[in-house]
């Protein structure tokens, strides 16, 4: 079972940037898709962005214009670029593989806490 290690996180102010990575244990570079996601306090786990492995993203509506995902197959990186940081963006961050049919195929990392607080 290949595992995924976020790193990156940490106490920033509004307005603030962070970049997240993600390295996994296994190659990437045949899965259908990389995510990140975050939990918020109180929230469900939801999708903030995803890539396929054509380099195609898909970003949530509430960080598009801000958050930036790459993804480099020979290092097994998914990278998560952040910018404008809000209070709401205060959350656990992880990652996972995507497959084709949208179903998760890693079990849950420890995740990266981002907190964004003046």
């Known amino acids: 079972q290949v595992q995924a290690v976020e790193s990156g996180g940490g106490l920033v102010q509004p307005g603030g940037s962070l970049r997240l990575s993600c390295v996994a244990s296994?190659?990437?570079?045949?899965?259908?898709?990389m995510g990140w996601y975050r939990r918020a306090p109180g929230k469900l786990r939801e999708l903030v962005a995803a890539?396929?492995?054509?380099?195609?993203?898909n970003i949530n509506d509430s960080v598009k214009d801000r958050f930036t995902i790459s993804r480099d197959n020979v290092r097994n990186t998914v990278y998560l670029e952040m910018n404008t940081l809000k209070p709401e963006d205060t959350a656990v961050y992880y990652c996972?593989?995507?497959?084709?049919?949208?179903?998760?195929?890693?079990?849950w990392g420890q995740g990266t806490q981002v907190t964004v607080s003046s």
């Open positions: 996972n593989a995507i497959d084709s049919d949208l179903t998760l195929m890693w079990n």
């Open positions: 296994g190659s990437i570079s045949e899965v259908y898709a």
């Open positions: 890539i396929n492995s054509g380099g195609v993203t």
